[in-house]
């Protein structure tokens, strides 16, 4: 195939809303038959590289990888000429002869784009400092399998609301025609091209989003309410100054007494227990973080099942 044919998977939106119906649908499918779907069988390689630490997202990609029947290859950027310089386009052309795909955590989004553009396979985002689209879509999938349906339902995000996961929450959740409420501090706003496009999607699938300061507001009535670390790589120097900012923000029981009575809470994790959420609460009955990490392998084995078949279509 040709640089061009690849369906790449980079932000959000880069799905319209009936393509992510169709993979969190294949997702629960898979879910449900784990070895049924073998779209790498060969084996064929799938790439993960890592610029940044990862736990989930390293073991649902290689473990979802060898349920497709494909084999992962699993490489930390700082082993590599890409951690001293490489040019991103070179990197791209020697991982897409040998893969069938290359997923990547990186820092800037513009570095996957660099690689999408290079590259002749699909090219898929692992968490970059602007989005987190593969845990969103994991958040979703288990919205819709603890509650039955995303559409019309409310997903209260409470936190650091310039955070990759706030990001995709706006968009994925808009995507999903639910009602997405962001709340945060002031300094931590969302950027303001991605709020407007999430608003945008959001009047086409009858969805909703709000930016708010008060976080009882935001859980009122919520179906999900959904936080992550305060802290994310990269900010540590940041720490003590955003822990004053976002501590009127943490997930706790009152909080949660505000939600839905069968409001779920998600964590995309590492959680720190008694910052962000409190040990009752991501411990407690409401509580959905085992799912919602065990659903990264199911949403990414779709996506991967769906992005490697369009670009077989495209060819
Ligand atoms: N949620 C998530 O992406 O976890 P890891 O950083 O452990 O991959």
């Excluded at 998600?266 to 799912?291: F, K, M, N, Q, Y």
Aim: a negative charge; charged letters at 20%; aromatic letters at 4%.
């Amino acid at each position: 195939s040709a640089v061009g044919t690849a369906r790449h998977f980079l932000r959000d939106d880069d799905l319209t809303p009936a393509e992510q119906a169709i993979i969190l649908d294949l997702a629960a499918q898979m879910r449900a038959d784990r070895f049924a779907h073998r779209p790498l069988a060969g084996p064929r390689t799938v790439a993960l590289l890592f610029d940044k630490p990862s736990t989930r997202t390293r073991i649902s990609f290689a473990v979802g990888v060898t349920d497709l029947g494909g084999s992962p290859l699993t490489v930390d950027a700082q082993t590599t000429h890409l951690g001293r310089g490489e040019p991103i386009e070179d990197v791209a052309r020697v991982f897409d002869r040998q893969c069938a795909a290359i997923v990547w955590r990186t820092f800037a989004q513009d570095n996957l784009e660099a690689m999408a553009a290079a590259s002749t396979v699909p090219v898929i985002n692992a968490l970059s400092d602007t989005f987190h689209p593969c845990q969103i879509l994991a958040d979703l999938e288990t919205i819709r399998q603890r509650l039955g349906s995303l559409s019309g339902r409310t997903l209260a995000f409470i936190g650091d609301g310039s955070a990759n996961t706030a990001h995709s929450s706006l968009l994925g959740g808009a995507l999903a025609g639910m009602h997405v409420r962001l709340a945060t501090p002031v300094a931590y706003q969302p950027e303001p091209a991605i709020l407007a496009r999430a608003r945008q999607i959001a009047a086409t699938t009858g969805g909703s989003v709000e930016v708010l300061a008060d976080p009882i507001a935001a859980a009122k009535d919520a179906d999900a309410l959904a936080t992550d670390v305060w802290t994310a790589m990269g900010q540590e120097a940041e720490h003590e100054q955003r822990l004053a900012a976002l501590r009127p923000f943490g997930i706790d029981s009152h909080l949660l007494s505000h939600a839905a009575a069968a409001a779920i809470v998600l964590h995309c994790l590492p959680a720190h227990r008694g910052a962000e959420i409190t040990a009752e609460v991501i411990d407690g009955p409401h509580s959905a973080v085992w799912d919602q990490a065990e659903n990264r392998r199911h949403v990414q084995k779709a996506l991967l099942a769906f992005l490697l078949e369009e670009g077989e279509r495209r060819r």
